[in-house]
C-alpha cells in the first residue's frame, strides 16, 4: 500500500470530528492506555460504515528545555538545530513537553454494518458512554488513512491534558531539577573543557569560543585570561 498524500493527510485532518474525548486527562508520570472506536464509511460502498476499536498507549510526558544539549533532537535537521539555539538565547523559562504515542495495531478489531455514518457514531458514543470508561473515546472520520485521523484525536487529547501535567510537574518542582540538573551538566562539562586546556595549548581558542557562545565569557573571564597568561609563559 502506497503512503498517503499531501491532499490524503490534509483531508482526513479536515474531516476527523472526536465526538467523544476522554474524560480525563493523560497521566503525568506513567504510561495512558487510550480505548478508540473510530466509525468511518467507506469509499467504495453506500451506507457501509467500519468501526474500528483498539487503543492507543501514550507515554508519560518529558521535559524539554532550551537548556538541554542538542542530543534531545536527534533526528532533525539543522533548521531544528538553529531553532534551539535560539531559545536558549531568548527563551530560558521555556516549557516543552514531549509525548510520544503507539497505535497497538495488533489489539485492533473492526466490523463493517449498513446504516448511515452518523446514526453508527451516535449509537456507539451511546454504547461507550454506559460503559463509563473515562479513558474512551469515539471518533468519525476517514476510511483512508485512518491513522490520521486517530493522531488527530491524541493532538486534542494533549491540549487538554498540558495545563494539568505541568501543574502537575510543578507541585513536584520538575521544572527545577530539570534546569538545575542541566545547569549542573554544563558546570561538569566547562570544568573539564577548562582542564582540557590547561594540559594542551591548542585547547584554549576552541574553549573562549564555547563561553561566548553559551554566554559565559563574563562569568569565566578572569579564569580564561588567567589561562592564556599561564600558557604564554
Not at 473510530?38 to 460502498?45: K, R, W
Not at 484525536?153 to 494533549?158: K, S
Not at 510543578?170 to 534546569?179: G, K, N, V
Request: contains cysteine.
Amino acid at each position: 500500500m502506497k503512503p498517503p498524500s499531501q491532499s490524503d493527510i490534509w483531508y482526513a485532518i479536515h474531516n476527523t470530528r472526536v465526538v467523544l474525548a476522554p474524560s480525563r486527562r493523560l497521566e503525568t508520570f506513567g504510561v495512558t492506555d487510550i480505548h478508540y472506536h473510530m466509525v468511518s464509511e467507506l469509499m467504495d460502498a453506500v451506507n457501509k460504515v467500519r468501526i474500528r476499536t483498539g487503543r492507543i498507549q501514550a507515554h508519560k510526558p518529558q521535559i524539554i528545555t532550551p537548556t538541554m544539549g542538542n542530543e534531545s533532537l536527534d533526528g532533525f535537521g539543522e533548521e531544528a538545530m538553529r531553532y534551539m539555539e535560539w531559545l536558549r538565547e531568548h527563551m530560558q523559562d521555556l516549557r516543552i513537553l514531549q509525548y510520544g504515542f503507539v497505535i497497538r495495531k495488533q489489539e485492533i478489531s473492526e466490523e463493517i454494518v449498513t446504516d448511515n455514518l452518523d446514526s453508527v457514531a451516535e449509537r456507539v458514543q451511546d454504547a461507550v458512554c454506559r460503559k463509563e470508561d473515562p479513558m474512551a473515546a469515539v471518533v468519525v472520520g476517514v476510511d483512508s488513512p485512518w491513522e490520521v485521523c486517530l493522531l488527530k484525536m491524541m493532538v486534542e487529547v494533549t491540549s487538554h491534558s498540558f495545563p494539568g501535567n505541568v501543574r502537575e510537574m510543578e507541585r513536584h518542582q520538575m521544572f527545577s531539577q530539570t534546569s538545575n540538573n542541566s545547569s549542573g551538566s554544563q558546570t561538569r562539562d566547562i570544568e573539564a573543557a577548562f582542564e582540557a586546556a590547561r594540559k594542551d595549548p591548542a585547547l584554549v581558542n576552541a574553549l573562549g569560543k564555547r563561553l561566548e557562545k553559551e554566554g559565559l565569557f563574563a562569568e569565566y573571564e578572569d579564569r580564561f585570561f588567567a589561562l592564556v597568561k599561564s600558557h604564554r609563559h
